[in-house]
């Protein structure tokens, strides 16, 4: 069974940094594209980055590029979210999201429970 | 880039009727790529159907996809107890955005 369990989220003053985890397990890591699709309170999905097997190539959203830094640890299974430069607008739940294949054209075939990052003062 | 058009924004019905929402794409898209995400409150979304009118395991029957043209519907021939959440719509060819979803409530 695929399974992806974020963690990180957190209450983060603005101009602040966190850093997202998401742990994977059952299926092939290095095979998919991952990505973070987030969901401000109330609001509908924004996808926000995204990553290919072999990290060649990074991928963000015009309102996080320049600020979030997405990576992944094949060895461990593991994706990764630098979140820097905080604003808070930023403020949302944050899926960690498996894509089908591992190249374009993806859909999102699991989703992570989420992990919710406030960034307020 | 495109922008997917959804609507109605919500749709109140009851248990055993069909329900009918719209994805409207801005400009000519490869018809093949349309996927459909359902979020229960409280829950991360759920893929229901892919490449437009493809069902992945564990989809009940009763929902389909179609396309013409640049519309797409996602149908649920008989609404279920279950079914009443929020659907969004996403075209996975060169973009990765959302339609800003339908709410399907109860009636």
């Known amino acids: 069974e695929v399974q992806l369990v974020e963690s990180g989220g957190a209450l983060a003053q603005p101009a602040g940094s966190l850093r997202l985890s998401c742990a994977t397990s059952?299926?092939?890591?290095?095979?998919?594209?991952m990505s973070w699709v987030r969901q401000a309170p109330g609001k509908g999905l924004e996808w926000a980055s995204a990553?290919?097997?072999?990290?060649?190539?990074?991928y963000y959203s015009d309102s996080v590029k320049g600020r979030f830094t997405i990576s992944r640890d094949n060895s461990d299974n593991t994706l990764y979210l630098q979140m820097n430069s905080l604003r808070v607008e930023d403020t949302a739940v944050y899926f960690c999201v498996k894509g089908s294949t591992g190249d374009r054209p993806y859909y999102f075939d699991t989703w992570g429970q989420g992990t919710l990052v406030t960034v307020s003062s | 880039e495109v922008v997917l058009t959804q609507s109605p924004g919500t749709l109140s019905l009851s248990p055993g009727e069909r329900a009918t929402l719209s994805c409207r794409a801005s400009q000519s898209v490869n018809s093949n790529y349309l996927a459909w995400y359902q979020q229960k409150p409280g829950q991360a979304p759920k893929l229901l159907i892919y490449g437009t009118s493809s069902r992945p395991t564990g989809t009940p029957d009763r929902f389909s996809g179609s396309v013409s043209g640049t519309d797409f519907t996602l149908t649920i021939s008989r609404l279920e107890p279950e079914d009443f959440a929020v659907y969004y719509c996403?075209?996975?060819?060169?973009?990765?955005?959302f339609g800003q979803g339908t709410k399907v409530e109860l009636k």
């Open positions: 059952g299926f092939t890591f290095y095979h998919y594209v």
């Open positions: 990553i290919t097997g072999n990290s060649e190539d990074t």
């Open positions: 996403q075209h996975y060819s060169n973009s990765r955005t």
